[in-house]
């Protein structure tokens, strides 16, 4: 497609389950980000992933999550053992590189309620 | 470490009036700086960003935003606002080689008719 995909757009899931969210970045895209956005409040950087280099995990916030990416195509954020405080959009955005120059293009989210 | 203040959460303001939306940071070094648009259900749409140059950075949809470094602002306009603007502005923040953006708040902006 022409954008940024992620699924599933909605996910509501009890508390203690584990939850995998997808996002297809746009193609060509080398460097790909992750972000939470909790109600009310800014996106948190999460992770960040470039080419074939080591992914960049310092915005995630316990060993609950985790991400992993295929190449320079998909990438799946998992979340084990959800709490509460998980709830929260979850965005996706690629770019053509790390340049600042290169524009992040967001997907639509993916928004996580934990009940 | 950077970080983004967005003075105003909610800014009501009627069609063809004009709109400003403020933004400070706190950042040590010369700012890279960012103003993405979110609409309902939607996510991030990249509007202008200053990285150098002249402060006054022209941007889509008609928006301008001023870098004012003695004021560590980069406020946000637009002369006349149209319906289709009501959305959430954030304002971002990030220093040159970093791919790291620090994200404001955010101003959700209703538009009246």
């Known amino acids: 497609g022409a954008g940024v995909s992620q699924s599933p757009s909605n996910k509501v899931t009890e508390k203690g389950k584990d939850v995998e969210l997808r996002c297809d970045p746009i193609?060509?895209?080398?460097?790909l980000y992750w972000y939470r956005q909790r109600l009310g409040q800014g996106l948190e950087f999460l992770i960040y992933?470039?080419?074939?280099?080591?992914?960049?995990k310092s915005g995630l916030p316990s060993d609950r999550f985790s991400a992993e990416r295929t190449g320079e195509s998909v990438s799946t954020l998992t979340i084990q053992r959800t709490q509460q405080e998980d709830s929260a959009v979850y965005l996706c955005?690629?770019?053509?590189?790390?340049?600042?120059?290169?524009?992040?293009?967001f997907g639509d989210g993916t928004r996580l309620s934990i009940l | 470490a950077q970080s983004v203040t967005q003075p105003d959460i909610h800014i009501t303001v009627s069609e063809g009036a004009s709109l400003e939306l403020r933004c400070n940071y706190s950042?040590?070094?010369?700012?890279?700086l960012f103003w993405y648009v979110q609409s309902p259900g939607q996510g991030l749409q990249l509007l202008l960003k200053?990285?150098?140059?002249?402060?006054l950075v022209q941007g889509i949809k008609g928006f301008e935003a001023e870098f004012k470094r003695s004021q560590s602002s980069f406020n946000l306009r637009k002369p006349s606002v149209h319906w289709s603007d009501a959305a959430e502005y954030f304002c971002?923040?990030?220093?040159?080689?970093?791919?790291?953006?620090?994200f404001g708040a955010g101003t959700t902006v209703t538009v009246r008719a």
């Open positions: 955005a690629s770019s053509l590189g790390q340049a600042l120059n290169q524009p992040q293009h």
């Open positions: 193609s060509g895209h080398t460097a």
């Open positions: 992933f470039q080419g074939n280099s080591a992914p960049d």
């Open positions: 950042y040590g070094a010369t700012p890279y």
């Open positions: 200053y990285f150098s140059g002249d402060t």
């Open positions: 971002a923040v990030t220093r040159s080689n970093d791919y790291k953006l620090s």
